[in-house]
């Protein structure tokens, strides 16, 4: 088991055992979720085991699946955004402008693609060699 995935699912168990009242424990998920994020197949593990132990262990359920897909898909966006933001900050600080062209495939790319372009800002000469394959 990943020590990350680990430790999300032991602070997750601890939750349930202040007795806590269900506001509080899902203002706790979004938090672990928030400073804790798992790659999506490890989030999908997570989610499976916390389904597990809620249904077997504790006999009761503070977040359906389809709550738990929201907010995963949230924290993704969010990424998402945050990733598209910090490239055109440092697109705009290194190149003053940035062509139409260029700001559109930000909005469309995934946060793989992102992420290989905000590496490749601090390396290059031209804003178009951010941009090739």
């Not at 020590?3 to 601890?14: E, G, Q, S, V, Y």
């Not at 006999?59 to 933001?85: C, D, F, M, P």
């Amino acid at each position: 088991l990943n020590d990350k995935l680990a430790m999300k699912i032991h602070l997750t168990r601890r939750l349930y055992s202040f007795g806590w009242a269900k506001d509080d424990i899902l203002s706790l998920y979004r938090f672990l979720d928030w400073i804790m994020v798992l790659p999506p197949e490890l989030e999908l593990e997570y989610n499976h085991e916390i389904e597990r132990i809620e249904r077997e262990e504790l006999h009761v359920a503070y977040i359906t699946t389809a709550e738990r897909i929201g907010i995963q898909k949230g924290i993704q966006e969010g990424i998402h955004q945050g990733e598209s933001l910090a490239l055109l900050e440092l697109l705009r600080d290194k190149f003053d402008r940035i062509p139409e062209v260029y700001s559109q495939k930000i909005q469309q790319a995934d946060c793989e693609t992102l992420l290989k372009w905000l590496k490749k800002v601090s390396i290059t000469e031209k804003i178009e060699e951010v941009f090739e394959d």
